[in-house]
């Protein structure tokens, strides 16, 4: 493990940060193609007409913007600066939080439910990035550490293609694969909470682990 440059807390806060983006550009796009019009309330349908409205309930999310055109464009700015983030900046525990709050004005601007909650778990996982981790690293032995640090690459695995799966595959699949049940995807979504939620605590004995190994070589 210690010739591995991977950083678990980094590659989990990068790769969903950009998922979550994603999904909330989606939900961007379609509150953009509603128009200037004025929301009835603050829960909103993302997509009014096509085939993401009629078998995904119109991607549900909410909004504090006074109109869907507002709305739209102010949620893919965001989802724009969350991915440049994403891929450039999280470099350390700060650019974590910076991603928790991006998370947050994407949930409020029109970016859905789903998208800014993968983005909010992205940046906690963004505040361990050169964490010491003294209490999680204390509250095991040796070989238990080790043991959760080399299953930290297949959960990560099985969490990545589930969260591309919830991403683009609902795009792919109301497009070029109807009629879809929605549900697929609902439970795909439950599942990633735990799958990320399990990824950060395997994550965190990987690189404890890898940093150990540094130090012996």
């Known amino acids: 493990m210690k010739n591995l440059k991977i950083n678990a807390a980094q590659a989990i806060s990068r790769i969903f940060g950009v998922l979550g983006a994603i999904g909330g550009g989606i939900h961007g796009i379609g509150e953009i193609l509603q128009g200037n019009v004025k929301p009835e309330n603050l829960f909103i349908s993302s997509w009014a007409t096509g085939p993401i409205a009629l078998y995904f309930d119109g991607d549900p999310g909410l909004t504090v913007l006074p109109s869907m055109l507002i709305a739209g464009i102010t949620t893919v700015v965001i989802a724009s600066i969350i991915i440049i983030w994403s891929v450039r900046y999280l470099k350390?525990?700060?650019?974590?939080?910076?991603?928790?709050?991006?998370?947050?004005?994407?949930?409020?601007?029109?970016?859905?439910?789903?998208?800014?909650?993968?983005?909010?778990?992205?940046?906690?996982?963004?505040?361990?990035?050169?964490?010491?981790?003294?209490?999680?690293?204390?509250?095991?032995?040796?070989?238990?550490?080790?043991?959760?640090?080399?299953?930290?690459?297949f959960i990560y695995t099985i969490c990545l293609f589930n969260g591309i799966f919830l991403v683009i595959g609902h795009i792919v699949a109301a497009y070029f694969f109807a009629p879809v049940e929605g549900d697929t995807f609902s439970n795909s979504f439950l599942l990633s909470i735990p799958l990320l939620i399990l990824s950060i605590i395997t994550g965190i004995y990987f690189d404890l682990t890898k940093r150990d190994d540094q130090k012996a070589s």
């Open 92 to 153: 350390n525990k700060k650019d974590g939080f910076i991603l928790i709050v991006l998370a947050i004005l994407l949930l409020l601007s029109g970016g859905g439910v789903g998208p800014p909650i993968l983005t909010l778990i992205a940046g906690i996982a963004g505040l361990g990035i050169g964490a010491k981790y003294v209490w999680w690293n204390n509250i095991l032995g040796e070989n238990a550490k080790k043991i959760i640090a080399k299953a930290w690459p």
